[in-house]
């Protein structure tokens, strides 16, 4: 693209407000054991849900495709908590 072409393009969208744009691709990375997994199900499950991620950021709702690359283990806990805890009992169905 020219610097024309790209001041042309519109502003980003949040997909979660000042975390996460819209058509984008991002990477979360950190050490082992610093709740990557469980911040990355949060945020995706709020999504899902259409619910403020974290209780205090505004989502816009969409279907999500979460790839659990290790870890499954531990997934079918954490989500029926997220369920429980922050969705009433809800399960969304665009996860």
């Known amino acids: 693209l020219s610097l024309n072409d790209l001041f042309a393009l519109p502003d980003p969208e949040w997909l979660v407000k000042r975390h996460l744009h819209r058509n984008s691709l991002s990477v979360l990375y950190g050490d082992p054991g610093s709740f990557k997994s469980f911040f990355a199900l949060d945020l995706s499950l709020s999504v899902a849900a259409g619910v403020p991620f974290g209780g205090a950021w505004d989502v816009a709702a969409g279907p999500v495709l979460y790839v659990a690359g290790e870890g ?15 969705n009433g009992g809800r399960v969304p169905d665009r996860f």
């Open 72 to 86: 499954m283990g531990g997934m079918k806990r954490r989500a029926r908590a997220w369920v429980e805890a922050k």
